[in-house]
């Protein structure tokens, strides 16, 4: 070690009287912390850097705390933000063994050039990337599937380098427990790439692409109820790669069985759908209780998405979230129904199905006239006696494989509602039925920011719709007002404006 490491240490003596949390080693701004050939350095409390700790791959980081977690983390201990999606590694150590049985919590880049140990406890990866570079030989060791392994609970991933055919094991979960033990094991047969991936709970339909976080709501039917974020360094539209999920029973959605014949396949996430992959299976059902696997490729279809969503389902179609949107009112003993369609390139035909418990849905009519607008209309005049009838639509596709729309909940107490607004997301158009109520009506558009984009003063009947052009929009929020100019009644909706 040279003097200036020396001093160093001096500092951070005296930190660990006047820190609340011990503290193994502090490295400020500006400052680097390197070398340590063959040194063995055991590590009371955290480690915190804001400047460079480059360490001797020989070198080895003992975390032998016991009262807590240790944490490798900024030099302020609250934690670091917006780390995961940078290449700056600003801890980088020889190897790690974790003997804290209180584990190690990962909040800042950490790079380990030789070995994970776990002796005691789990590694959370929090904020920061933990990158094992070791490609020679395996870079963790005495994990198992109890509670030493790498539990993602943040943005940060578990990165490997130079993932090829032979593949490359990922022991992760997203709680320390054998139920929550979900590795997945990843394998690429172009040139050897960095891959990265952490794991969280529950199915969704929009993902964030900047971060691979989920919004919208839970859909877990007939899923495993876990995601994996995979994290590629060097992506091109249709490449793939092949990835072996590992899950338990306990994981699964209730419908998720029966594991019928070819009932099970890869699926990912893109522009709010679920694809499946070609390779689907296995002829024979597994049984028990797990844990189970299952290996299938996954196709880059859009090479910036950094953080691509991966699971495993046994629905075997392309499941749509917004690619057809379907509304409906009930009105004098009916329920009138409207969808909407993106794109109706190499569709053959829509069927409405009907539900009176939201899983067990027939067909009640087929249209196999395809019209140039995309915007389609059906009354169901035959209801069956149920409080909450369901609804969705089913569109077929020329090479029969199909999709389904999001599905709609018509309660027979609604009658009264004057209007209904569709579709929400809009993509080209803002409808707006008038459902039972003629009359003058005012229509203001306005942005997120309250600007009026628009004003009509419209007169209609009942059944009639009335469209509001909003192609050229830029995406965003937008809020519509309808104001009744005989009675001052008035109703606002919040639309959200994608293309």
């Not at 172009?190 to 929009?206: E, H, L, Q, S």
């Amino acid at each position: 070690m040279f003097v200036r490491t020396y001093w160093l240490f001096i500092a951070v003596i005296v930190s660990l009287n006047t820190l609340a949390q011990p503290v193994g080693i502090v490295v400020g701004n500006n400052t680097i912390l390197n070398g340590g050939a063959n040194a063995y350095i055991h590590l009371p409390g955290d480690v915190r850097c804001n400047g460079l700790i480059d360490m001797a791959t020989s070198s080895i980081w003992s975390f032998e705390g016991s009262s807590s977690q240790q944490r490798i983390t900024c030099v302020s201990g609250s934690g670091c933000t917006n780390v995961f999606n940078t290449n700056n590694y600003l801890v980088r150590l020889g190897s790690v063994h974790q003997v804290n049985s209180n584990g190690i919590a990962v909040e800042i880049n950490t790079i380990v050039k030789t070995v994970h140990y776990f002796y005691n406890g789990s590694t959370q990866i929090k904020e920061g990337n933990y990158w094992l570079t070791q490609t020679s030989l395996t870079p963790y060791a005495m994990n198992d599937n109890v509670s030493k392994f790498f539990i993602t609970t943040g943005h940060g991933l578990l990165k490997q380098s130079n993932v090829g055919a032979s593949g490359t094991f990922f022991p992760i979960g997203n709680a320390a427990n054998t139920n929550n033990y979900t590795p997945i094991t990843i394998s690429y047969s172009g040139t050897a790439d960095d891959f990265g991936i952490r794991v969280f709970d529950n199915i969704y339909f929009p993902y964030n692409t900047s971060n691979g976080d989920p919004s919208g709501s839970v859909y877990n039917y007939r899923f495993v109820k876990k995601t994996w974020i995979v994290n590629k360094t060097n992506r091109t539209t249709g490449d793939y790669f092949t990835v072996t999920p590992q899950w338990n029973l306990i994981n699964e959605d209730v419908n998720f069985t029966p594991r019928r014949p070819y009932d099970i396949s890869i699926v990912r996430n893109h522009n709010s759908l679920w694809f499946p992959e070609v390779n689907q299976g296995p002829a024979s059902p597994p049984t028990g209780a797990g844990p189970f696997t299952f290996t299938g490729n996954v196709t880059y279809d859009n090479a910036p998405w950094e953080y691509y969503p991966v699971s495993v389902s046994a629905t075997n179609f392309v499941l749509a979230n917004d690619a057809i949107k379907v509304a409906g009112i009930f009105q004098q003993n009916k329920v009138l129904l409207n969808w909407n369609v993106l794109s109706q390139l190499n569709i053959s035909s829509y069927e409405v199905e009907r539900s009176a418990d939201a899983v067990n849905f027939k067909s009640i009519n087929a249209l196999n006239t395809i019209n140039n607008t995309g915007n389609y209309n059906y009354t169901d005049a035959s209801l069956p006696l149920a409080e909450n009838i369901y609804y969705r639509i089913k569109q077929i596709n020329n090479n029969n494989t199909f999709v389904y729309s999001n599905i709609i909940t018509i309660k027979r107490s609604a009658e009264n509602i004057p209007v209904l607004v569709f579709p929400n997301p809009a993509h080209n158009y803002i409808n707006i039925l008038f459902t039972n109520a003629n009359g003058d009506y005012i229509l203001k558009l306005t942005d997120n920011a309250g600007k009026t984009i628009s004003i009509n003063k419209i007169n209609v009947n009942a059944g009639e719709t009335f469209n509001i052009p909003v192609s050229k929009f830029p995406p965003g929020i937008y809020h519509l007002k309808l104001i009744d100019q005989q009675t001052y009644w008035s109703s606002s909706y919040k639309i959200l404006v994608k293309h």
